[in-house]
């Protein structure tokens, strides 16, 4: 059974730096074709695709948050970390993480299959 | 990064209806469509994968269709259940963008 949860800082305040840990069980991430990422939600408004990061270490962000994000794991823990500096209140979201994999027998096709219940971050002084 | 546009933003159905979403790719993206549910106050929930394909446990009045540019989700036999707010997301690049979202309200 697969389940991911994230924790961290309910409120930080503008210019801050948040650090966001997604803990995972039921998986790992030194699996072949496993990946973990990152999305957020405004209230009210879309998802957004944050980053993601693979078995092996590889790394993608979303260019238009590129030079703010970090993401890194912890494989023996578990773990998934999010950094996001320069915080401001446009970034008051609801952030996610998620089980990326190859959901199909022939392996082209990935999706988010499994997702954190998400933790809502305020972004106010 | 590639754009998801979903029309519409917001339909009202009654239970029994059949209901149509579309999403739209602003370039080719192959069958790399994932489409998600989500209910208030929860996370979104895989339905269907490469564009038409029914993730495990989902329930067959939901159906994908559609390549290259155009998808669309239906919903048959709409249940008190399936009203949520339903995202489209290509994998085809990164970054794996979303749509805006189309809310599926009662009427």
């Known amino acids: 059974q697969i389940t991911l949860k994230e924790s961290g800082p309910t409120l930080v305040k503008p210019t801050q730096t948040l650090t966001l840990t997604c803990t995972f069980s039921g998986f790992s991430l030194s699996t072949t074709e496993v990946g973990v990422g990152w999305i957020r939600q405004p209230p009210g408004k879309a998802l957004e695709w944050l980053a993601l990061i693979y078995w092996d270490d590889d790394k993608r962000y979303s260019p238009s948050l590129n030079s703010r994000l970090t993401i890194t794991k912890d494989t023996s823990k578990n773990q998934v970390v999010l950094t996001m500096t320069n915080m401001d209140p446009v970034d008051t979201a609801t952030y996610y993480c998620a089980h990326s994999s190859r959901v199909d027998v022939s392996g082209y096709y990935r999706a988010f299959d499994y997702w954190g219940q998400g933790t809502l971050v305020t972004v106010s002084s | 990064d590639i754009q998801m546009t979903q029309s519409p933003s917001s339909l009202s159905a009654s239970l029994g209806d059949r209901v149509t979403i579309s999403c739209r790719a602003s370039?080719?993206?192959?069958?790399?469509l994932n489409w998600y549910q989500q209910k208030p106050g929860k996370a979104p929930n895989l339905l269907i994968y490469?564009?038409?394909t029914l993730q495990s446990g989902v329930p067959s009045r939901f159906s994908g269709s559609g390549s290259g540019t155009d998808f669309t989700l239906t919903i048959t036999n709409l249940q008190p259940e399936d009203f949520a707010t339903f995202y489209c997301?290509?994998?085809?690049?990164?970054?794996?963008?979303f749509g805006q979202g189309t809310k599926v309200e009662i009427k």
């Open positions: 370039q080719t993206i192959n069958t790399y």
């Open positions: 490469a564009a038409s």
């Open positions: 997301q290509h994998t085809y690049s990164f970054p794996g963008t």
